[in-house]
Every structure is written in C-alpha cells, then in structure tokens.
C-alpha cells in the first residue's frame, strides 16, 4: 500500500478493454472516471494505461493508495474525497484531497486538482468517492481470489502480508454495504493469462458494457 515503485500492478490491460472504456467515455466532456474492485485486480495498471493513452491532454490521476489514512482507512477515504474533490470538482470549483504518510504514519502535502480537466480515480471504494454524481464513468476491475492474492502481497515487498485479512475485512463490509458492482457501467476481469479483458474466456466471467447512450 504504500506509494513508491511496485514491481508488478497486475497484468497488463488488454486492448479490448482499453477501447471498451474509451468508448464509453466518448462524447463525455472532462469525465471523471471511478476504476474500484478488490485488491490486486489490476486498476492500478489500467488506470496508467489509460492515462498513457489518452486522447489529447491526459487526465488527472489521484490513487486512493495514496489519500487512505493508514489500513484501516478503506470507506473513510473514499467519503472524504467525494466531499473535498469530487462535489466541488462538479460545481466547477478546485477540489482538494491530502496524501497519507504512510512512512510516518500521518498526513502528509495536501493537493489539488483544478476543475475542467478530465479525473481519473482508482482504487478500493473509488465508487463511493463519486458519491452520486450521475455523469461518473464506474469501471469495475475483478480478477479470481488467488490471482489477486498473489499480485497484491508480492507488489508491496512483503509489507502487505500481516494487513490482508484487515484490509479484506473492510473490503467484505464496503462490498456488503454498498453493492457497488451493480453500479458499473463498465466490468472487466482478468482471463487466465492474467490480463484484463473485456470478454469471456475460459475461466474469466463475461463482461458488460452498460449503455450510457453515448455517440
């Protein structure tokens, strides 16, 4: 969880999934886009990968890895940033957030993200961060239990292992609380190569894509 370098994201977005959110987005001025599912299921890596290739002036980005106050900050940063970001964002105001130290276990260097720019936020309980902002883009990101397991204790180093079953804990709550894959307009899961794709495979649940009535 903490917010240098990390060997591995997850796998790789496939194309398809690249193009299903771009079109999704299509016809949508600055978007402000919510990529949430569990940990280790790879949005981190499709939220670069969307920055990457975005068309024209890329998106903000603000990584809920950097704004939970300490592990048991789940649900809690999430309301903090649909207060402080994303309702002023909406009313064409600068919106605001606050690192977390997690070094030293405090806040850190509060932020700001200037209005008018499309927004990008990712992580578990990024849905709840947009509130009930109708114009949110909600891309949700699955991948099989063990898959995630393996690809969120090993990118942190160790320093993830004795706070998984916490973190899960909350996570299991959020999800029980608040249903949020029902809210998606986009689903992806990750196939059995371990990228994340749009369409079913062998092993991989199929993926909807919810009509927003987008040109």
């Not at 796998?11 to 999934?17: D, M």
């Not at 606050?98 to 260097?109: E, H, L």
């Not at 292992?161 to 998606?184: G, K």
Request: include cysteine; charge should be positive; glycine fraction near 10%.
């Amino acid at each position: 969880m903490t917010a240098g370098d990390r060997p591995d994201r997850g796998g790789e977005p496939a194309a398809s999934a690249l193009r299903a959110v771009r079109a999704a987005v299509r016809g949508i001025r600055n978007p402000l886009v919510l990529i949430d599912g569990p940990s280790g299921a790879g949005k981190s890596t499709l939220a670069d990968a969307l920055v990457d290739r975005w068309p024209g002036r890329p998106p903000q980005l603000v990584r809920l890895d950097d704004v939970y106050r300490g592990w048991s900050g789940l649900e809690r940063a999430g309301v903090e940033l649909s207060q402080t970001l994303v309702r002023p964002r909406a009313r064409f105001q600068v919106g605001r957030w606050r690192r977390w130290d997690w070094v030293n276990q405090r806040p850190g260097a509060r932020e700001h993200v200037p209005p008018g720019e499309a927004l990008i936020v990712e992580g578990c309980g990024a849905f709840a961060a947009g509130g009930s902002a109708r114009s949110a883009l909600r891309i949700w990101v699955d991948a099989p239990d063990a898959l995630r397991r393996r690809r969120a204790l090993h990118r942190d180093g160790g320093a993830y292992d004795p706070y998984w079953e916490m973190w899960d804990r909350q996570w299991r709550h959020y999800v029980h609380r608040t249903v949020p894959a029902v809210h998606a307009d986009v689903r992806l899961r990750a196939a059995p190569d371990g990228r994340t794709e749009p369409r079913p495979d062998p092993g991989a649940a199929p993926v909807h894509v919810r009509s927003r009535g987008l040109t």
